[in-house]
């Protein structure tokens, strides 16, 4: 199975106030993850893991290294370009849902769609069936301030795939839940991505969600120390 990303020799570093020293939070790091699987990232607090799948996102630059998505070094690339691959190849899913407060729902799920170019008609038809998947089609023409947190987090889900990305990136998309709410987002998370043919980098500090995934590497001291794999 081919890798969708790897990550070669990563060093992410930022300057101290008043020294001429830096705190490094990666550290010569190097990963490759395959396509269709999912991983997850474990960690103490402040370790690094949102650090790290953001530079695997392309949100942030390394200090140095490379960043290899689909084959493709990215890391180089402008704003521009790096926006096109984020918007039609990768899919984001935050603690907070981050949806478009003024849109409901079903407008929330349509405009990535809408923006990558497909035509409003085979749009509406597949926001509707994202909006099935994650239950929430009765929901459709509710704004998010109507919304409870954990439906709030299944419609970023399915805002997340709508585009059918390479990748999803989860940086602790259960993490403002209650425990019901958590695990049922968690296995939608998970099934659905796998259904999808998706792949998925997690970041989260709940053991027994990270054990869901195909893959579970350990963040310390800015390298992996641990990969354990199913």
């Known amino acids: 199975m081919s890798n969708i990303i790897e990550l070669k020799n990563i060093l992410k570093t930022y300057p101290l106030p008043d020294s001429k020293d830096k705190l490094t939070i990666i550290n010569d790091l190097s990963l490759q993850i395959q396509k269709g699987i999912s991983v997850s990232i474990i960690g103490r607090s402040g370790c690094g893991k949102s650090t790290l799948l953001q530079i695997a996102a392309s949100l942030l630059k390394p200090t140095s290294g490379e960043v ?5 070094q990215i890391n180089k690339l402008s704003d521009k370009q790096l926006c096109k691959i984020r918007n039609s190849q990768m899919g984001f899913i935050f603690q907070n849902s981050l949806l478009l407060e003024d849109f409901t729902a079903f407008e929330n ?22 909006l099935k998947k994650v239950s929430l089609f009765d929901r ?48 939608l998370l998970i ?25 579970t590497l350990k963040l310390t ?9 199913e």
């Open 109 to 130: 799920v349509l405009m990535p769609l809408l923006i990558n170019g497909l035509n409003k008609k085979d749009a509406t038809v597949r926001a509707n069936y994202l």
């Open 140 to 187: 459709a023409i509710h704004k998010p301030s109507q919304l409870s947190g954990g439906e709030k987090q299944r419609i970023a889900l399915a805002r997340a795939l709508s585009t059918n990305p390479k990748v999803i990136f989860a940086d602790e998309p259960t993490g403002s839940l209650d425990e019901d709410n958590a695990t049922f987002v968690e296995d």
């Open 191 to 215: 099934n659905l991505v796998k259904e999808e043919h998706s792949t998925l980098i997690l970041v989260t500090h709940n053991k027994n969600f990270a054990s869901k995934c195909n893959r």
């Open 68 to 72: 290899i998505f689909n084959n493709k």
């Open 221 to 229: 001291h800015g390298q992996i120390t641990e990969d354990i794999s």
